[in-house]
């Protein structure tokens, strides 16, 4: 792209323009009666609405998922790319259809740029469950998760899958598939929130304890890696999946209780002194139980901030909350568990996270379940 780019329109408005304008009329066309569904789903900034102008530099353009049966997608998958490769306008508002392929192979990302011949475009026919398969799992389109599944599935890759726009779908597979995925299932939410209350009660203690040993650098890293856990923690307790981490706090920015703690967190990432830290994270830890005791998923819980055993560091003992909450589990699957919770709870590698081999994701996550 050069310096007289068009104005910044929103990778979804701009991929269902694309749709409208110049791909629905192809497929009517060529492919009459052809059942697809037509979204713009999945990996990508656009899709969870967190693009800007910045997004253009790479991965970011007129881009559609086409979603058929897999007879359809075999038999008319490369069919379809090769006409849109003919008949696809050059342009979309102002913003090339044509990516150039990758120069480098072990950086493969997609650079929008002009064409005088075939559109080498970003529209890609996929097979429906098989796409599912390898961005969640399992083909949610026909069969309903269960228990190893959801422990199995990433929170980012859900997020990516169930956020976005669906343009069309005749078939009506795209849809269940979303709305099956949507949130977790009250059991598995229950279980999901123990583990979270979890992770904090392993490490909050930690902020004072470096500090008296005169680490002030490991105090801070705890203090960070307790706000991003608390971060995650709200997100769950409004049924939101927390994103890749480079989403973490614009995601959290939109929920309700980003008002509240936001100031608060803030303030924990610039103290410099492990008292405030440890002030302001129990304003937050209180905040939140408050925020969990108002679910009505168990009795309520005194969130009140209390030492740390005999031990002069102010805490949560957020362990109080994970208890009760795994007390409640009467799904056989989920009864007895290890609070280890799904796969992004327990691993934090990107590669492994974001992959497609989901054959490791559940054995992993059996084998931390021991299972």
Sequence with gaps: MTSAEPAF??????????????????????FPGLPYAAARIGPGSEVLGFDTARSADHDWGPRLDLFLAPDDAAAHGEAIRLLLADRLPKEIRGWPTHFRP??????????????????????????????????????????????RDWLAMPQQKLAGVTAGAVFHDGPGLLTTARARLARYPEQVWRYVLACQW???????????????????????????????????????????????????????ARLEAAGELMPTLRGVLAATEHQERERLLCTAYEALAIRQNATGL??????????????????????????????????????????????????????????????????ASAAVAGR
């Design 102 to 147: 990758a120069a480098d192979p072990l950086d493969p990302v997609g650079h929008m740029a002009a064409t005088d011949g075939p559109v080498n475009h970003r529209v890609v026919a996929h097979d429906t469950g098989a796409w599912l398969t390898r961005e969640v799992g399992l083909d949610a389109s026909t069969t309903e998760p269960g228990v």
């Design 198 to 252: 979890q992770r904090i009660s392993q490490e909050e203690a930690f902020v004072g304890r470096c500090a008296e040993v005169g680490d002030a650098l490991g105090s801070a890293v705890v203090a960070a890696r307790l706000v991003r856990d608390l971060m995650r923690l709200s997100l769950l307790l409004e049924r939101r999946f927390p994103p890749y981490g480079k989403w973490l706090g614009s995601a959290f």
């Design 9 to 30: 329109l929103p990778g979804l408005e701009l991929s269902r323009i694309l749709y409208e304008e110049a791909v629905r009329p192809v497929l009517d066309d060529a």
């Design 298 to 363: 168990v009795d309520p819980v005194d969130p009140a901030p209390r030492p740390y055993h005999g031990r002069p560091y102010l805490v949560l003992r957020a362990e109080r909350f994970a208890r009760p909450l795994a007390g409640s589990l009467t799904d056989p699957d989920l009864r007895g568990l290890p609070l280890t919770g799904v796969v992004d709870q327990w691993a934090d590698s990107t590669d492994l996270l974001m992959g497609r081999d989901g054959g490791a994701l559940r054995a």
